[in-house]
């Protein structure tokens, strides 16, 4: 074998040679793994609704806007996907889901299967409110402060609020983990007026959680507080979720400038970004008795990605292969 001319020349063979064997170990390595598929219902907040019309000075479906919170919180914190709310609108409103059914794990089980999720995300809000206390350090008149009712004070206001969430099993209704949230936040000022710290001139039961006007509130804070303490304690329990594996089968029912559409959709657990492998039948075996098929062998043909799906049909896109033709079989490869 001949010798390097120069130490640079070596070093360069080396690195070269480091590369190449590096390659294939590269291509070999294994998908990273798909974190858990989570929806998230609207809370219950049933317990607390009379304090919440104080609050608010009328109903405000606090559980939805404390859900939207929540779903950013987890978005962003990455350990779990969760499905987008117009998909599960969508369900719920086919489903005629009431807000009585909030806290039911049985029909949480139920949508969760019909939305092809790991798991649901289902909870109660147990206390929001918040309260003023004042002391009085001096009577109205006499001091100086004329006119002024009730005098020279000083006030102090304090909110609470505390969120239970349980992440339900969708095959058996049960509970797989638990977690809680609690937010407090407090102000004191010093004047001639009442104490603040309460949300004003927003009635109509329309709060937007997510805007700063809500959040720079004192009960928004001790929201927002609550929130990002149940976003983190459900992370935790991220392991605790199983990966479902649903194993979908149809077949190829047209092929069209180059897109494969298959004749199994969302109804069948098909989502978008899944990828099949598509068959075809070479052979049947057929009992020769009772001229029942006992086995179809087959050819894999490729390998298609579903790029849009509805309800009963999915438009794939072909990741690998040619010639796909209808009534070549698929199945689920990855999700």
């Known amino acids: 074998m001949a010798l390097c001319k120069s130490v640079s020349t070596c070093l360069a063979g080396l690195a070269l ?26 809370f219950d907040y049933g317990t607390v609704q009379t304090t919440v019309a104080a609050v608010f000075g009328t109903n405000v479906d606090i559980g ?51 939305l ?22 001096g009577g109205g008149g006499g001091g100086g402060w004329t006119g002024a009712v009730g005098g020279f004070h000083h006030s102090k206001s304090n909110a609470n609020v505390a969120i239970t969430a349980r992440i339900i099993n969708i095959d058996t209704g049960e509970i797989m983990a638990v977690a809680d949230g609690n937010g407090t936040s407090s102000r004191s000022s010093t004047g001639l007026g009442g104490g603040g710290g309460n949300w004003n001139g927003h009635g109509g039961g329309a709060v937007d959680f997510g805007s700063s006007d809500f959040q720079n509130t004192i009960i928004g804070e001790a929201t927002k507080a609550a929130v990002d303490q149940l976003a983190t304690n459900l992370d935790t329990q991220s392991a605790k979720v199983p990966v479902r594996t649903i194993v979908v089968e149809g077949v190829v029912a047209a092929v069209d400038s180059g897109q494969v559409i298959l004749n199994v959709g969302a109804k069948a657990g098909v989502k978008v970004g899944d990828q099949f492998d598509v ?57």
């Open 279 to 335: 068959l075809r039948v070479t052979r049947e075996i057929k009992d020769p008795t009772t001229g029942a098929v006992l086995r179809r062998l087959t050819n894999t043909i490729g390998v298609v990605k579903a790029t849009d799906v509805d309800d009963v049909s999915a438009i794939c896109s072909p990741v690998s292969g040619t010639d796909f033709k209808v009534g070549d079989e698929v199945k689920t490869t990855t999700q």
């Open 116 to 137: 092809g999720v790991d798991a649901i995300v289902m909870g109660t809000i147990t206390e929001f409110g918040n309260e003023t206390k004042k002391e009085g350090l």
């Open 17 to 42: 040679l480091a590369a190449s064997l590096a390659e294939p170990l590269l291509a070999q390595a294994p998908p990273a793994a798909r974190r858990p598929r989570v929806a998230v219902l609207d």
């Open 64 to 114: 939805k806007g404390i859900t939207e919170m929540l779903v950013t919180d987890m978005v962003k914190d990455g350990n779990f996907s969760v499905i987008e709310r117009a998909a599960l609108d969508k369900v719920l409103n086919e489903q005629n889901f009431s807000n009585s059914n909030r806290a039911d794990p049985n029909s949480a089980a139920k949508i969760g299967k019909l």
